[in-house]
């Protein structure tokens, strides 16, 4: 099994930064897609960002130029810096890792990190 543990979350006022962590248990191998996913209070869950085994990341419109993912596979790690952060970015983020090897695909959720952004 490969368990995720988010880490970094916390209390900010708008305009700060914050970079999330995410350790993955062990090294995946194959084709993978690494995310962030997050969900606020009466919303539901929703691509933040992700970056794939080739390095193509992709992102959410409302976190274009503002959030940055990325990965340290010597570290097994997933990581995402959010500047500039807004209210609306409240919301629990959780890492997601999604493998595919051979024609099993595979997805794994972490337990996610509150993010608060006060006004």
């Known amino acids: 099994q490969v368990q995720l543990a988010e880490s970094g979350g916390g209390l900010v006022q708008a305009g700060a930064s914050l970079k999330l962590a995410c350790a993955v248990s062990?090294?995946?191998?194959?084709?993978?897609?690494m995310g962030w996913y997050r969900q606020a209070p009466g919303r539901q869950r929703e691509l933040v960002a992700t970056?794939?085994?080739?390095?193509?990341?992709n992102y959410a419109d409302s976190v274009k130029d503002r959030f940055t993912i990325s990965s340290d596979n010597a570290k097994n790690t997933i990581y995402l810096q959010m500047n500039s952060l807004k209210p609306e970015d409240t919301a629990v983020y959780y890492c997601?890792?999604?493998?595919?090897?051979?024609?099993?695909?595979?997805?794994?959720w972490g337990q996610g990190t509150q993010v608060t952004v006060s006004s």
């Open positions: 062990r090294s995946i191998t194959g084709f993978n897609i």
């Open positions: 970056i794939t085994s080739r390095g193509v990341t």
């Open positions: 997601n890792v999604q493998t595919k090897i051979l024609l099993t695909v595979r997805d794994y």
